[in-house]
C-alpha cells in the first residue's frame, strides 16, 4: 500500500476515534451537553427538547438510539438545516455535542395565488382575474425563542388581512404557550350553494358579497414538539349581501345577512413521525371538539368532533407504507349552508378534487405504498455565498395510493348525487421534498365515477 493512501486511512481513523469515543462501561453518566450553531437560537429552547440531562445516568448500549432520537427532535423544531452530533466517553463519563446550522428566519413570502379551493378547481375555470397577490412576511424564531410573527397582506381577488403571534413558552413552569390572532377577509365573489357538487358562485359588481372578520386567542400546553394541547377561544363576525340570502335562504338561515358568534375548542396532538415535513415512519394522532355558541340569536349552536390517526411503517430502506382515517361529528338542530362543509377542501378523496361534498358528518380512508427514487442531501450553489441558501437537499418518491370516503349530509343532499354516496379514488404520483420543508405533489387518479385527471398539490397526502 503507498505510504500517501496508509497515512490517509490513518488519519481518518484518527479523526473517528476522536468523533466518537466508544464508551466501554455498562452505563455513563452524562457530564455536559454542548451546542454549537446557534447563533440566533437561545440554548434553553433547545435543551428543552432533549430527553437527557447532565447527571442524567444511561446505559451505554442505549447511548446512541438515545442521541439519534434526540437529533430527529432537534431537527423537528423546523428551526435548523441539519442537526449532527459527537460524543466522548472518558472514565464513565460522557460529554455530548450537538451541531446545528440555522435557517434564514426571515420569510417575505410574494402571493401570486389561486383564488380558487385548488389549482385544480382554478384551472377548470382558467380565469386570469380569480388571482391573488400581496406578501407573506413570516418571522420565525423571534427572539431566538422559537416564537412566530406573521403578517399576511393580500389583495386581488380575496382581500385578506391577518396578524399571528406564537409564543412557545408564557409559563416555563407548566410548559404553557400562547398564540394569538386577528384577521380580515373580503372577497368579490361568494359560493352561495351546491349543484351536481360543483360550488355556485355570485359575483357582486360592486361591492364585497362577503365580509368575515375573527380574533383568536389559544392557551397550549407543549410538553415537547411532538406532544401539544390546547384550549382556543375565537370570535367571529360575518356578513353577506341581501343577493346571497334571496339567491340562498339557508345560507345563514335564521340570521339572514349577519351572524356573530363565539367557539370554543379543545383540542390533542401527538406527532411521532421521524420527519414532520415528509414522514417515512412514526405515527401522528390528532382530536378535537367545539361549541359553536351564537350571539344576538343569529344561529343555531352546533357541536363538532374531529379525529384523526396515521401511521408510517417504513418496509426497508427505501419503502415506506402509509395508512390512515379520519373524521367529523357535527351535532345540531338546525345547519346553516355555510357550514356544511365536510370533503372538497382542506380534505379530499384523491380524485375527487375538481368536486365539493358538503355534509354534517364524514370519514375518510387513505393509504399508499411510496419507494424513494432519489435522496440527494445537497445541492451546492456556488453562485450563493450565504450557507444558509447555497445547499439545497432534493427527495423524490413515487406514490401508489387509494382513498375512500363517505359524506353523510341530511339538509343539503338534494342535486348533490356524491352526498351519502361512497367515494374510491386510486392513482399513483411523483412527489418532491427540498427546500425548507416544501412539499411538491404531482398525481394522475381516477375515481369510481371513472374520471381521470393529473393533479398537483403542495402539501404531504395526509
Not at 237 to 264: G, K
Not at 426 to 453: C, M, P, Q, W
Request: hydrophobic share 40%; proline share 4%.
Amino acid at each position: 500500500m503507498p505510504l500517501r493512501a496508509f497515512l490517509l486511512i490513518l488519519i481518518l481513523l484518527t479523526g473517528a476515534a476522536t468523533f466518537a469515543n466508544p464508551c466501554a462501561v455498562p452505563a455513563v453518566v452524562v457530564s455536559d451537553i454542548s451546542l454549537t450553531g446557534n447563533e440566533t437560537t437561545k440554548s434553553q429552547v433547545m435543551l428543552r427538547e432533549l430527553t437527557f440531562a447532565p447527571g442524567d445516568t444511561i446505559l451505554a448500549e442505549d447511548l446512541e438510539p438515545l442521541l439519534q432520537e434526540n437529533q430527529k427532535r432537534l431537527f423537528n423544531l423546523r428551526l435548523f438545516h441539519h442537526v449532527n452530533y459527537t460524543y466522548t466517553c472518558a472514565d464513565g463519563q460522557v460529554l455530548v455535542k450537538y451541531e446545528v446550522q440555522e435557517r434564514f428566519y426571515l420569510y417575505p413570502i410574494p402571493i401570486f395565488d389561486f383564488a380558487d379551493r385548488n389549482f385544480n378547481a382554478w384551472l377548470e375555470k382558467k380565469d386570469w382575474s380569480r388571482i391573488d397577490y400581496g406578501l407573506n412576511l413570516i418571522r420565525r424564531n423571534f427572539r431566538g425563542r422559537n416564537e412566530e410573527v406573521r403578517v399576511r397582506v393580500q389583495r386581488g381577488f380575496n382581500k385578506r388581512l391577518e396578524l399571528a403571534y406564537r409564543i412557545p413558552y408564557i409559563w416555563r413552569k407548566y410548559n404553557l404557550g400562547a398564540d394569538f390572532s386577528v384577521a380580515d377577509y373580503r372577497s368579490r365573489t361568494i359560493s352561495y350553494t351546491n349543484l351536481n357538487n360543483k360550488q355556485r358562485f355570485f359575483e357582486q359588481e360592486n361591492g364585497m358579497p362577503i365580509k368575515r372578520s375573527a380574533v383568536s386567542a389559544s392557551l397550549v400546553h407543549r410538553q415537547n414538539v411532538q406532544r401539544q394541547a390546547g384550549f382556543r377561544l375565537s370570535y367571529f363576525n360575518e356578513d353577506v349581501s341581501d343577493s346571497v340570502t334571496f339567491l340562498n335562504p339557508e345560507y345563514y338561515r335564521d340570521a339572514q345577512q349577519e351572524r356573530q358568534y363565539l367557539r370554543l375548542e379543545l383540542y390533542k396532538v401527538i406527532n411521532l413521525r421521524n420527519n414532520f415535513a415528509y414522514p417515512t415512519a412514526g405515527s401522528y394522532f390528532e382530536a378535537g371538539v367545539s361549541q359553536t355558541l351564537f350571539l344576538e340569536n343569529s344561529g343555531s349552536p352546533f357541536t363538532t368532533m374531529r379525529a384523526k390517526y396515521v401511521q408510517y411503517v417504513p418496509l426497508s430502506a427505501k419503502y415506506t407504507y402509509m395508512a390512515g382515517a379520519e373524521g367529523q361529528l357535527r351535532l345540531a338542530g338546525e345547519h346553516a349552508f355555510a357550514d356544511n362543509v365536510a370533503l372538497g377542501y382542506r380534505s379530499y378523496v384523491r380524485g375527487y378534487e375538481l368536486y365539493v361534498v358538503g355534509g354534517q358528518h364524514y370519514g375518510l380512508f387513505k393509504q399508499g405504498l411510496t419507494r424513494q427514487v432519489l435522496d440527494i442531501q445537497s445541492i451546492k450553489l456556488t453562485f450563493i455565498d450565504n450557507p444558509k441558501f447555497n445547499s439545497i437537499p432534493l427527495a423524490m418518491y413515487l406514490n401508489a395510493f387509494t382513498d375512500a370516503g363517505y359524506v353523510v349530509d341530511d339538509v343539503f343532499e338534494k342535486q348533490n348525487p356524491l352526498t351519502n354516496r361512497l367515494l374510491l379514488g386510486t392513482g399513483l404520483g411523483l412527489h418532491a421534498v427540498t427546500f425548507y420543508d416544501i412539499v411538491l405533489r404531482l398525481e394522475y387518479t381516477l375515481n369510481r365515477e371513472g374520471d381521470k385527471g393529473l393533479y398537483f398539490s403542495a402539501r404531504i397526502p395526509f
